[in-house]
Antibody
Framework: QLQLQESGPGLVKPSETLSLSCAVS??????????WGWVRQSPEKGLEWIGS???????YYSPSLRSRVTLSVDTSKNQFSLKLRSVTAADTAIYYC??????????WGQGTLVTVSS | DIQMTQSPSSLSASVGERVVITCRAS??????VNWYQQKPGKPPKLVIS???TLQSGAPSRFSGSGSGTDFTLTINSLQPEDFATYYC?????????FGGGTKVEIK
């Protein structure tokens, strides 16, 4: 059974870079047709797609976050990562990783709360 | 970008009732809508894909319909475990926007 697990700091200072990883188990990141993505959730913005990546490195980013986001993949570790630069309090959210197939998100990781505060 | 407008934002219903949630796309998206259920402290879970395909393991009391711009999620005979927040999401094109959610509460 495919499972995803996010990891990374729960507290990030304003103007710094948020870095999260998502470990994939029970299946290969190289799975044909599968993209891997990040979605965040906050009371203010609801569920917000951040971006998606294919194992080959092809990426798609949310237009509103494109200037600050970088996704990467490490097939040797079967994990993918998110970096969000120049964070502000508005970036405080629960961050989820998920598999995408035909733009369907499933399964999801359990989520990790990231708070931006000094 | 294709926006998704979901209604109502919340509703109260009793066990056994039929519940209908609607989602409208800002432009025609064929049948490219997914529905997710989210319970407190948990990630969303895909319930219906392609507007009407019930996911494996999802109860048959859940059904979806619609095409073009208007879609509905129906829960027949609401059960205690169905009290949750439901989200639609368009899968027609990137960015895959979500609706604002419908919280189904116990009356």
């Amino acid at each position: 059974q495919l499972q995803l697990q996010e990891s990374g700091p729960g507290l990030v200072k304003p103007s710094e870079t948020l870095s999260l990883s998502c470990a994939v188990s029970g299946g290969a990141l190289r799975s044909s047709g599968s993209y891997w993505g990040w979605v965040r959730q906050s009371p203010e913005k609801g569920l917000e797609w951040i971006g998606s990546i294919y194992y080959s490195g092809i990426t798609y980013y949310s237009p509103s976050l494109r200037s600050r986001v970088t996704l990467s993949v490490d097939t040797s570790k079967n994990q993918f990562s998110l970096k969000l630069r120049s964070v502000t309090a508005a970036d405080t959210a629960i961050y989820y990783c998920a598999r995408l197939q035909v733009l369907q998100f499933e399964p999801w990781g359990q989520g990790t709360l990231v708070t931006v505060s000094s | 970008d294709i926006q998704m407008t979901q209604s109502p934002s919340s509703l109260s219903a009793s066990v056994g009732e039929r519940v209908v949630i609607t989602c409208r796309a800002s432009q025609s998206i064929s049948n490219s809508v997914n529905w997710y259920q989210q319970k407190p402290g948990k990630p969303p879970k895909l319930v219906i894909s392609g507007a009407s395909t019930l996911q494996s393991g999802a109860p048959s009391r859940f059904s979806g319909s619609g095409s073009g711009t208007d879609f509905t999620l129906t829960i027949n005979s609401l059960q205690p475990e169905d009290f949750a927040t439901y989200y639609c999401q368009q899968s027609f094109s990137t960015p895959p926007f979500f609706g604002g959610g419908t919280k189904v509460e116990i009356k």
